[in-house]
């Protein structure tokens, strides 16, 4: 199993994409480790709110997934440089100030993988 750095992992997440939604929020993500494979979403949790993968939506090369359908057997591609955009929906969770975001995915390789970063609302 591969150990990706934290410092690494935290930089996926693009600083400032922070936006709210009529019931949620998206942010927005860009691969820069390396070719990659998404084989699930565990859940994303924004402050004291937490979205299953039944909330969850990801969008890159103009495809939309639900978390719930990503799996080994049905991963999301997301090679180097590669975008995406992170929808969580069904819940307010956004306030004033700086959020946290904590983000769960797999991946074959590393398995789980947690992404952790602070953002204010763009």
């Known amino acids: 199993m591969a150990i990706v750095p934290e410092f690494l992992i935290k930089r996926i997440y693009q600083k400032g994409s922070l936006k709210k939604l009529e019931n949620g929020a998206s942010v927005n993500l860009k691969n820069i480790l390396g070719p990659g494979l998404i084989s699930g979403f565990n ?15 990801f969008i890159t090369n103009n495809t939309e997934y639900i978390g719930t359908e990503v799996s080994e057997d049905n991963p999301v591609v997301f090679r180097l440089g590669q975008t995406g955009t992170l929808i969580m929906t069904g819940q307010d969770c956004l306030q004033e100030g700086i959020n946290k975001i904590i983000i769960e995915a797999l991946n074959p390789e590393a398995g789980i993988v947690q992404l952790k970063a602070e953002d204010t609302l763009s």
């Open 43 to 57: 859940y994303v949790k924004i402050n004291d709110v937490t979205f299953e993968p039944k909330d969850v939506k």
